[in-house]
C-alpha cells in the first residue's frame, strides 16, 4: 500500500508522464501570463477552470468512446492553449494547434502520429458545425461545449455570439453528450 502512494506525485518531482507534463504546462502558462483579465476575453480562473474541466471530460468520453484516454485528455487540454497564451479567440484553432505542437515536442516522447492526432483536434475544435471523420477532433468539440454548458450564462452568451444555425449544432452536440453520460436531456445549459 505504501508504495503505490508514493507514486501519487501531485504533479511534483520527475515521476510525471509526458502527458502530465502537457497539463502542467497549460497551467503553468495561465498562471505566468503577462496579459491581465481586463485585457483577455475570458479571465485566467475561467481558462484554468475549463482547460481542466475539458481534459476531465475528454478523459470520460474517451472511456465511453474506446479511445485512448491521455491522448484525448491531452487534446482536450490544450485545445484553447491559442487563447490562453495570447488572450484572444481570433483564429485560435488553427493558430493554437502550431503552439500545441511546439509544447508537445518541447515536453518529446510524442510520436508524430500522436502529435498530428493532437494537432487536428486542436486545429479544427472550434468547427462544431462540422462533423468529421476524426474521433478524437469530434470528442474535443463535444468536451469543448458540453463542459461549456456546465457554466452560468453559457446558453446566453451563445445566443449572442453564434449564428441560430451554430446554436442549434452547439445544442444538439451537448444533448448527445448529455445522452452518452446518461444524463438527464435536460437541462440542456446549467
Known amino acids: 500500500m505504501k508504495s503505490k502512494l508514493k507514486d501519487f506525485h501531485h504533479y511534483k518531482g520527475s515521476g510525471l508522464t509526458r502527458f502530465e507534463k502537457v497539463e502542467k504546462k497549460v497551467i503553468e502558462h495561465i498562471l505566468s501570463t503577462k496579459i491581465p483579465d481586463q485585457n483577455r476575453e475570458d479571465s485566467q480562473t475561467f481558462e484554468f477552470l475549463h482547460a ?59 510520436p508524430e502520429e500522436e502529435i498530428r492526432i493532437i494537432t487536428q483536434a486542436v486545429a479544427h475544435h472550434s468547427e462544431k458545425e462540422v462533423k468529421s471523420n476524426d474521433p478524437y477532433t469530434e470528442l474535443v468539440k463535444d468536451a469543448d461545449v458540453f463542459e461549456n454548458s456546465l457554466y452560468k450564462n453559457a446558453e446566453g452568451f451563445y445566443r ?6 451554430i446554436f442549434q449544432k452547439y445544442v444538439k452536440r451537448i444533448i448527445k453528450v448529455r445522452n452518452e453520460l446518461n444524463l438527464p436531456e435536460k437541462p440542456i445549459f446549467q
Not at 481534459?55 to 487540454?77: E, F, P, S
Open 52 to 110: 481542466s474541466g475539458c481534459m476531465q471530460v475528454g478523459k470520460i468520453l474517451a472511456q465511453k468512446r474506446n479511445l485512448d484516454v491521455n491522448l484525448a485528455g491531452t487534446a482536450c487540454v490544450l485545445h484553447d492553449i491559442f487563447v490562453i497564451i495570447n488572450g484572444t479567440y481570433k483564429n485560435h484553432g488553427i493558430e493554437g494547434a502550431a503552439i500545441a505542437e511546439k509544447i508537445l515536442r518541447e515536453i518529446g516522447g510524442f
Open 160 to 165: 449572442i455570439h453564434k449564428p441560430p444555425h
